[in-house]
């Protein structure tokens, strides 16, 4: 069901009992008004000096006609008997002021006189209502229950006096629009202001309805075109704020595309490069190994060079698919960091024993320098040795036979902590030291010595030290290496 269609519905679910609950409320109302001024008008009549005497001398013929409007000024005792509707007793009628007019029903009053016995002598006089009958037994003033069957009001009122044929008196009036009780305007041209409002409601829905579908149709598109158009709607109310909820959600919905996007293209370029990077050592060690193997078919003496560059190749494909997964999880976007106190002790430690057989095969002197207590970061361990391991492999597979590496951790200035990590290899020109973070980059010596270097090492280092805020310098060694610092702050 269209919004405009069901918004026309509700307001005419809830105008029409509305107008239906008035209409009765005004009914009930002004038949209340009508049986007090009835009442009132009754007694003030009937207690007019020789109005009883006129009722008892004819009775066959007294009443069943309108009486005359009052005189001016005459009112009833102040006695009068309370006024009980069925529904309980009520408060007196209060009589009218000096001079005051009292309020009549749109048809003035008709009275008609009953005995004791509640029998008419008039034939005019209609049958009393029975609960009139069982109304009257107990109280002074009864009126018929309230039903909207037209204006008609009926009041039965018991005399002062007991005896006779004017014991009790029937009076009958009208109620009016606009008589006194009124709710409502006597004339019903207040429905037109009623059916104005509908209109002005059904009106004023049309614009936010049009604003709804240009808002849909605006998602529809921004749908199809892959989520990548705006999808706002101008204005500051809850439409216009309905149209940025439905932005931002596309917004969202575009950032975790590109995430996925990049997540596939770092599979990608995880595979291009595993394969590429990895052919080359593997066919070299398997090089190695056809010579091996050959060698060993001609019972040749063993050549302990050719084990040595198997292993080094092997080391090497550990390194590199290390280096190609810890990419690839820094490729595919921020990555969630695991921090927690990291013990750098026992990291480089760590790291030295998973280095020494690989500098022991080159004819590497690998040492290590860590403080006596403990060297605590936040960090996560994983990437943090990672980094470190890099450095360290770094230097050795591009250093000499019979070079150094000496790798130290200590305390500096202000809490911070240092890594330092030192060969005696050829170095690096200082042309070339600040695009060694490249992803890719192998300097010309490094090239010479180790082309199948995949250039990864380095960067990946330069990218985890960014994540845990650390310093990476790179500087000529003293020793005519290389020299690597990362400095970071002590502490959880």
């Known amino acids: 069901m269209r919004l405009r269609l069901r918004l026309a519905l509700t307001t005419l679910a809830v105008t029409a009992p509305t107008i239906v609950a008035l209409v009765a409320l005004d009914a009930r109302m002004r038949h209340a008004a009508a ?26 013929t007294w009443g069943g006609t309108p009486l005359p409007a ?3 000024g005459s009112a009833p005792p102040h006695d009068l008997p309370l006024f009980d509707h069925p529904s309980g007793p009520a408060s007196p009628p209060p009589p009218p002021a000096d001079g005051e007019r009292p309020v009549r029903a749109g048809e003035p009053p008709v009275l008609f006189a009953y005995d004791a016995l509640l029998r008419a002598a008039n034939p005019r006089a209609p049958v009393l209502d029975e609960d009139l009958v069982e109304a009257i037994a107990t109280r002074d003033v009864a009126a018929e229950p309230f039903t909207i069957r037209g204006p008609t009001v009926q009041v039965l009122l018991r005399m002062p006096w007991t005896t006779g044929p004017c014991t009790y008196v029937l009076a009958r009036g009208t109620t009016g629009p606009g008589w006194l009780g009124a709710i409502l305007p006597a004339s019903r041209v207040w429905l037109v202001p009623v059916g104005i409002v509908i209109v002005a409601v059904l009106l004023a829905v049309g614009p936010v309805v049009g604003r709804i579908r240009k808002l849909t149709e605006a998602v529809r598109r921004s749908a199809a075109q892959g989520f990548t158009g705006s999808v706002t709607s101008p204005g500051d109310d809850e439409i216009a704020e309905l149209g940025r909820a439905f932005d931002a959600a596309s917004q969202e919905v575009r950032t975790q595309l590109a995430e996925k996007d990049r997540r596939e293209q770092a599979l990608r370029d995880y595979l291009a490069n ?3 990077d990895v052919m080359i050592p593997l066919t070299v060690l398997q090089a190695h190994l056809s010579t091996l193997q050959e060698r060993a078919a001609r019972n040749d003496p063993f050549d302990m060079s050719v084990l040595v560059s198997a292993m080094d190749e092997a080391h090497y494909l550990a390194s590199l698919m290390h280096n190609l997964a810890i990419a690839t999880k820094l490729d595919a976007g921020e990555p969630q960091l695991h921090r927690a ?22 004819d590497i002197a690998l040492e290590s320098a860590v403080p006596e207590h403990p060297v605590v970061t936040d960090a996560d361990v994983t990437l943090l040795e990672q980094a470190v391991s890099n450095i360290v492999y770094n230097a050795i597979r591009h250093n000499r036979p019979g070079g150094h590496v000496a790798v130290l951790l200590e305390v500096i200035h202000e809490g911070r902590f240092r890594v330092r990590v030192l060969d005696d290899g050829p170095g690096i020109p200082e042309a070339d030291l600040s695009r060694l ?3 890719g980059f192998r300097g010309d010596e490094a090239r010479t010595r180790a082309p ?19 310093d990476l310098r790179f500087q000529p060694s003293e020793y ?9 702050y002590c502490g959880p």
């Open 274 to 276: 595993t394969t590429h």
């Open 480 to 488: 005519g290496g290389l020299q690597v610092d990362l400095e970071g």
């Open 35 to 60: 049986e007090q001024a009835l009442a009132r008008i009754a007694f003030q009549h009937m207690l007019e000096s020789g109005a009883r005497d006129r009722c008892e001398a004819t009775p066959a």
């Open 70 to 72: 009052p005189r001016t």
């Open 341 to 362: 106190p990291v013990d750098l002790n026992a990291l480089v430690n760590r790291v030295m024993g998973r280095h020494r057989p690989i500098a022991r095969q080159r």
């Open 437 to 439: 973070v490249e992803r």
């Open 452 to 470: 199948d270097g995949q250039g990864l090492g380095l960067h990946i280092t330069f990218r985890v030290a960014a994540l845990h805020d650390l």
